[in-house]
């Protein structure tokens, strides 16, 4: 059931003042029907690797070639600064077409909150006269240069730390071991069970929106924790039963004030 020409393509992407992506794909024809459209954002500059997954949408056709827009917020706490993003497209029997990756036009396409920067405290300057005070100072200097990254409020990783080393090899993040939290391991009599369909596709991001409302795809660790899946498609079966974590549990967390942990 391939496109027959041309495949899916990026028309347009610009970002605005208010931090609004205006993405344009286009594709077909083809006779997959029904389609599913949505966005992939690469993690790292230049590293295709996907780190966000924007504004699907379902039921759309391409049965002649047309253009698909979508105009959506950068999520708080990310950065699309220098990221690439291609459009992608994926029909009921699995099959998906992406297009080529492509760059952000515009500006402001960076939602990170502004950090306050606290000047650093100046330290008299001496010289070592054992190698403990050596390292001691090395050791030192080492701390200043990594700097504390904000983490997205919906992340699993909300409790950790999250640092860059100016000194690495490769400048990305670094994340502490990741904590899991009591509330969805420990839930007691507190949760609702869901018996899987067939056509939930045992896809933990679609459920976490059927659970936790729209634009909530991030919140899949939620189900995760709670019943210990790692791979969806070897743990889950539809027919099975799951655990879900009460909404107020999950937004209780969200609200939280993260945690450093060292």
């Not at 027959?4 to 205006?22: E, G, I, W």
């Not at 706490?77 to 990221?83: N, W």
């Not at 390292?135 to 919906?154: F, H, N, Q, W």
Request: charge should be negative.
């Amino acid at each position: 059931m391939p496109f027959t020409n041309p495949a899916p393509t990026v028309a347009l992407l610009t970002a605005d003042s208010l931090k609004q992506v205006t993405a344009v794909g286009n594709a077909g024809p083809t006779d997959a029907g029904n389609t599913t459209t949505w966005w992939e954002v690469e993690i790292v500059s230049g590293s295709t690797e996907i780190v966000y997954r924007i504004d699907e949408t379902p039921g759309v056709r391409f049965d002649v070639n047309r253009n698909h827009t979508d105009i959506f917020t950068v999520p708080l706490g990310l950065s699309f600064d220098t990221k690439q993003i291609r459009f992608c497209v994926g029909a009921s029997d699995g099959t998906e077409w992406r297009s080529a990756w492509a760059a952000i036009a515009g500006a402001n396409y960076n939602n990170i909150p502004v950090a306050v920067v606290t000047p650093p405290i100046a330290t008299p300057i001496f010289v070592p006269t054992t190698l403990q005070e050596q390292a001691a100072i090395l050791a030192a200097r080492a701390v200043a240069r990594r700097r504390v990254l904000s983490v997205a409020p919906d992340s699993r990783y909300k409790l950790s730390r999250v640092v860059v080393d100016s000194d690495a090899v490769s400048s990305g993040p670094v994340f502490a071991p990741m904590p899991v939290h009591t509330m969805f391991t420990e839930l007691g009599q507190n949760y609702r069970t869901y018996r899987l369909q067939m056509d939930d596709h045992l896809e933990l991001d679609a459920l976490a929106v059927k659970f936790y409302g729209q634009g909530r795809e991030n919140l899949w660790w939620v189900l995760a924790y709670a019943n210990a899946v790692i791979d969806p498609e070897i743990d889950l079966a539809a027919g099975d039963t799951i655990l879900v974590p009460p909404r107020e549990s999950v937004f209780a967390f969200l609200s939280a004030a993260p945690e450093l942990v060292a």
